[in-house]
């Protein structure tokens, strides 16, 4: 089984922004597979199912992105999964809007989601895809441009996007699958 952690905001509030880019892709990945994410406990809003054949849950932490770690930890300790079983899904202000990549090991690079939940499971072995969010011009502006909506003309750039995260998931966790499978 593998855990794969949508990260972002809840509320309507942060709905829309670039910071909840994690929590698109975990939605829309979910909704290929059908995974209604319908549980609410462990400080996520969770589903369980498959992911090409493979077992997985699917969860959007329901802490503010400063505090994903608390549900990551929780997760990972409710369903018996080590580190190396998790795939966290993130906004990266260091990619252009519209980049995606994976990563399988490092530090947080900033992102503040990224250095919560490393710092509650006390190790930043653990995969993620980054999805490009762009900067913005002026870095004084980083909270207000990450809790900010996309621009209306990005829509397609942004749909296309995800798209191509929720093929980056697919891929990483067929990677780890592999991974898994070569060190039992």
Known sequence: MFLILGLGNPGPRYELTRHNAGFWVADNLAD????????????????KGEVDGLEVVIAKPMTYM?????????????????????LVIHDDID?????VKKKFKGGDGGQRGIRSTIQSIRT????????GIGRPEDKDDIVDYVLSPFDA??????NETMEQA???????????????????
Request: charged residues 30%; proline residues 3%.
């Open 153 to 158: 003309e990005d829509s397609g750039l942004i």
């Open 95 to 99: 990619l252009p809007l519209g980049k």
């Open 124 to 131: 930043g072995e653990f995969a993620r895809v980054r999805v």
């Open 166 to 184: 929720v093929q980056a998931v697919e891929a990483t966790l067929k990677e780890l699958n592999k991974r898994k499978s070569t060190e039992d």
């Open 32 to 47: 290929k597979y059908d995974i209604r994410l319908g549980c609410h406990k462990y400080l996520s809003l969770y589903g």
């Open 66 to 86: 400063n505090e994903s770690g608390k549900a990551a930890k929780s997760l990972l300790s409710a369903f018996n999964l080590s580190p190396e079983q998790m």
